[in-house]
């Protein structure tokens, strides 16, 4: 029992730290939808070649939250499919903390922060290229889609606001996270970080592809055990390198909560696991330390 409630409250506590951040995201894109229209969505894709820069350097902020913003804001047609990336690999979620409580000395943090956020410009940006260069675009989304998806009602009622329907939106995705945080902590917990690390120790290649198979999971957990192997010794920073890029904290899950196109949440999965992984092998083959 005890053991439940322990995993319930690190749910709450993980839930609850991105409610600012969705509001946030929500209430900002009601209003671009309120008060733009059309010619907010023609700036913003103009602005979206600079896109993946800002995400890349935003992303490396220790908070899942910014990941969570980020797939409401593709699910509603604001940025690329490479901003999108750009955050979701340079995201450090709870690394940055734990990495300064644990004494880690500055100028490896600064290492790993700047290699996160390089690598994720770089992805971003190289997505968005090839996407233009071949002549793909992105299924058109639109703000008030997510209404529709979410069957919030907010198109249904007569009111001008904004406040309410965002507040809605944020409800309905919190609940959400919480109910699947919960399950993901009790599985996470259940198995533990030794059996977990007993898997990619001594392992370079397949230490990689594991730890991003590990970074896949849907929690903050799984940037603090990879943290925690690391430090320990049990991982190698080409395999926690690979684990922390394909780790986007919950970021998935309001991707596949909010966005309607299946296939365009599996190839986006897809895309984050191949790029984290290769420049976890890049990393791992060059030797590089931090």
């Known amino acids: ?6 995993c319930l409250k690190d749910a709450a506590v993980d839930t609850v730290k991105l409610v600012p951040f969705l509001f946030v995201t929500y209430l900002a894109m009601e209003y671009l939808e309120d008060r733009a229209g059309e010619k907010s969505e023609t700036a913003l894709e103009r602005a979206g070649r600079f896109g993946p820069v800002i995400g890349g350097v935003i992303g490396i902020v220790p908070q899942c939250g910014f990941s969570a913003a980020a797939a409401s804001l593709y699910s509603g047609g604001v940025i690329t499919v490479g901003t999108l990336l750009a955050v979701f690999l340079s995201t450090s979620d709870e690394m940055l903390p734990l990495m300064i409580s644990e004494a880690v000395p500055a100028g490896s943090v600064g290492k790993i922060l700047l290699a996160k956020a390089v690598m994720g410009v770089i992805t971003g940006l190289a997505v968005d290229a090839i996407l233009k260069a071949i002549g793909i675009r992105r299924t058109e989304k639109h703000i008030h889609d997510l209404c529709e998806q979410a069957h919030c009602g907010c198109d249904d009622e007569e009111e001008h606001g904004i406040l ?6 944020t409800i309905q995705i919190v609940i959400f996270i919480f109910i699947i945080s919960f399950a993901i902590t ?3 917990e259940g198995i533990g970080e030794d059996a977990v690390g007993g898997f990619l120790t001594k392992r370079p290649v397949t230490g990689v592809l594991l730890a991003g198979i590990v970074g896949l999971i849907p929690n903050c957990a799984s940037s603090v055990m990879l943290t925690e192997l690391y430090l320990n010794e049990l991982l190698s920073a080409g395999q926690m390198m690979a684990g922390l890029m394909v780790g986007a904290g919950v970021g998935l899950l309001v991707l596949f909560r909010t966005n309607r196109h299946m296939k365009d949440n599996l190839r986006i999965t ?20 931090f």
């Open 164 to 169: 309410m329907p965002a507040l809605r939106h």
């Open 270 to 289: 897809l895309l984050l696991y191949l790029t984290g992984i290769a420049w976890g092998l890049i990393i791992e083959a060059a030797g590089i330390t």
């Open 186 to 188: 009790l599985l996470v």
């Open 1 to 6: 029992m005890e053991f439940i409630l322990d």
